[in-house]
């Protein structure tokens, strides 16, 4: 594992050192950058002890290797990676499990999107597979504006697997086919859940549309035959938080 990792953008850096400032090691801020989120970000690293220098934007243009960074960007200890331990805590001390299931999405951008619909929908934990996956990198920070922090990203050996012993503990498997009779607005999704999307046009593997308990799709009007794996999330997530909302008012 890498010593340290590049992390940039105003939010992710904000978000790090609300949640793990010990992982910050500095903050390295472009010159002539004054404004008052800049300015928060000074007042909250110094408290914490965090070194913070001004550089020449190229400097940060150079570590940031084309990416925006807004004028900031910090030097980092790697983020702990989350296993199916961290999965199986999470489920017991849920009452009402909420997941999204992510099987091979790969282009960090859409990662990052999922995880930025995720914590807005209230999911519990993203779940991928260790393997042919988009992982954490300041990327997928920068592209979640702070969900990236939030939300935890489980990185597991064998997903159908780990999909069937979501099953066991009660979790309901929802996955995501065009070739799926039923609208995703005819399934009921107000219990515990696992949202599973598959890769950007490919679709889930075998295994994995095998394993879910039931197959939705969404209705396509016009001539395209799919929408981005992060929109289709989006639109999956809060049909979920939609039918959950309907649920409670009835109680």
């Not at 007042?43 to 990416?67: H, N, P, Y």
């Not at 780990?162 to 607005?185: F, P, R």
């Not at 696992?194 to 549309?209: C, F, N, P, Q, S």
């Not at 938080?241 to 109680?251: E, F, I, N, P, Y």
Request: overall charge positive; proline content about 3%.
């Amino acid at each position: 594992m890498a010593q340290h990792e590049y992390l940039y953008g105003l939010h992710t850096i904000a978000a790090v050192l609300e949640s793990e400032p010990e992982r910050l090691l500095e903050i390295m801020i472009a010159k002539g950058r004054n404004d008052d989120r800049i300015n928060q970000i000074v007042s909250l690293a110094r408290k914490q002890s965090i070194a913070v220098q001004f550089c020449q934007r190229k400097t940060l243009d150079d570590k940031a290797k084309g990416e925006q960074h807004q004028g900031i960007l910090a030097r980092a200890k790697p983020a702990k990676v989350l296993n199916e331990a961290d999965l199986d805590r999470i489920v017991e001390q849920q009452t009402t499990p909420f997941f999204l299931v992510l099987d091979g999405v790969t282009d960090p951008h859409n990662l990052g999107a999922c995880l930025r619909n995720a914590d807005a929908a209230g999911v519990h934990a993203v779940i991928v597979p260790k393997d042919n996956s988009a992982s954490i990198t300041p990327v997928v920070r920068k592209v979640a504006v702070g969900a990236a922090e939030t939300i935890p990203l489980i990185q597991v050996t064998n997903l159908s697997r780990t999909l069937k012993q979501l099953q066991q503990a009660g979790v309901w498997v929802v996955g995501t086919a065009g070739e799926a009779q039923q609208l995703i607005y005819e399934c009921k999704l107000n219990g515990a859940i696992a949202i599973v999307m598959g890769a950007e046009g490919k679709g889930m593997r075998r295994l994995t549309r095998e394993t879910c308990d039931e197959l939705v799709k969404l209705p396509m009007a016009g001539t395209v035959s799919s929408l981005n794996v992060s929109v289709a999330s989006g639109i999956c997530l809060f049909e979920v938080v939609r039918q959950r909302s309907l649920t409670a008012k009835k109680l």
